[in-house]
């Protein structure tokens, strides 16, 4: 986490800011915040027009809002769910595949003990380089290599993959996870799906559960209690599988 230094929330507004240089004074549209302020240890600093903000160390939350982004991510709610589903933890080993811009890949490098990272897209794995060194994680190898040619990592207890065709790495998942180690595909079509289902037939990957996971906020206001006229639907279908 070497860029953000700190977080500023304007207590009133909710707002969020990020500071990257400590020596600056430090300008918002609630006042001036002095560098005295920044490297002070307080909870609570305050701008020239008295205007209260929360500082705070930036969390892996705050600073995934400050992600480079490039291809289509992996949204939080389906890495909930991968989280949930997999129990993975502080001892677990994971490879993940088509890093794209990270979301996944350093979330589980957030909580496991080592993630490793296939990404063969050159401008792909450009995004994940800029964004590993913004937090500075060391638990963390991004390879720019084809995983449909192998997995060099043994005895995982998490795969993901958010490839074209992972039904080409089926084989080679097999050989690389622990008994009982989790498989997990994000695939945007049913087609794409089926042809993925078909390779593990006759593997000992067992295709457990097919998951849709659609998310709706609701706006609450004194009586006005509804859910928002707009939801975050399909992204993608996610395959859980285990090996048996």
């Known amino acids: 986490m070497r860029n953000i230094k700190k977080v500023l929330i304007h ?5 969020k800011f990020f500071i990257k240089d400590l020596d600056d004074h430090f300008h918002t549209q609630f006042g001036v915040v002095d560098t005295k302020e920044l490297k002070s240890n307080k909870e609570i600093v305050l701008s020239n027009k008295k205007e209260q903000f929360l500082a ?3 969390t892996f939350v705050d600073l995934l809002e400050e992600f480079k982004r490039g291809p289509q991510a992996v949204i939080a709610k389906d890495i909930g769910l991968i989280l949930a589903k997999t129990g993975v933890n502080k001892n677990s080993n994971v490879v993940d595949a ?6 996944l890949c350093f979330s589980l490098a957030n909580i496991c003990k080592e993630v490793s990272v296939y990404e063969i897209n050159p ?4 995004i994940l380089e800029k964004n590993k060194q913004m937090l500075g994680m060391k638990n963390i190898t991004l390879k720019q ?3 449909y040619k192998g997995i060099k990592e043994k ?3 998490l795969i993901t993959l958010d490839l074209p065709e992972p039904w080409q790495v089926t084989l080679n998942a097999e050989k690389a996870l622990l008994p009982g180690g989790h498989l997990v595909v994000y695939l945007p079509n049913l087609n794409q799906v ?12 067992k295709v457990l559960e097919t998951i849709e996971l659609l998310e709706r906020k609701w706006k609450i206001e004194d009586r006005l209690m509804r859910p928002e006229h707009e939801m975050l639907g399909h992204t993608a279908f996610l395959i ?3 090996k048996l």
Do not use: Q, V, W
Request: aromatic letters at 8%; hydrophobic letters at 25%.
């Open 11 to 15: 207590r009133k507004s909710g707002k």
């Open 240 to 242: 859980f599988c285990r």
């Open 145 to 147: 290599a084809d995983i």
């Open 56 to 58: 705070l160390k930036p």
């Open 123 to 126: 401008e792909h794995h450009s």
């Open 98 to 103: 088509g890093g794209g811009s990270g979301f």
């Open 194 to 205: 089926k042809m993925f289902i078909d390779s593990c037939k006759r593997t000992s990957i």
């Open 155 to 157: 005895n995982l207890d």
